[in-house]
């Protein structure tokens, strides 16, 4: 992307997979990913126009996880944990992540936080921002990146 001429739809969200999948919303409308279960290309193919609102891709021991939400037509979920989809499903979420081995995170009503199966140096660093959280981006090796504001 970083040879696309100014004029070219610029992308204005990206989610990587842990194994090649991806998703990428241009500002022009148009969606690209890649994604290997049947039952999630099924989902995204049959709600591309609804639009996309979030969209997760992780892991954990292997096995790929989904969170997928459209605009009109609610959400898919696809191996996440017990308590990412308990809160995903009671509330309006703001901000969400899956990470590589199993991390994940949710942040709804405008300031309110939640996360699980991460380690104690991303626990002590949330903490610090708590309250001005706006996303976070979970990497390999167990690395993330925390945006604040």
Request: hydrophobic fraction near 30%; aromatic fraction near 16%.
């Amino acid at each position: 992307m970083h040879s696309r001429s100014v004029d070219h739809p610029q992308p204005v969200q990206v989610a990587l997979g842990c194994d090649g999948q991806y998703f990428m919303m241009l500002d022009s409308g148009r969606y690209y990913w890649s994604v290997f279960e049947p039952e999630v290309r099924d989902y995204m193919d049959r709600n591309t126009k609804f639009g996309f609102d979030h969209v997760c891709l992780g892991s954990n021991n292997g096995v790929s996880m989904y969170f997928i939400s459209t605009r009109k037509n609610g959400y898919f979920i696809w191996n996440t944990p017990q308590q990412f989809k308990g809160l995903v499903s009671k509330y309006q979420v703001d901000a969400t992540a899956l990470g590589h081995n199993g991390e994940w995170f949710v942040r709804y009503h405008g300031d309110q936080i939640a996360y699980g199966n991460v380690g104690t140096e991303f626990k002590n660093a949330i903490r610090e921002f708590k309250d001005r959280v706006k996303s976070v981006k979970f990497g390999n090796n167990c690395t993330y990146l925390i945006r604040y504001t």
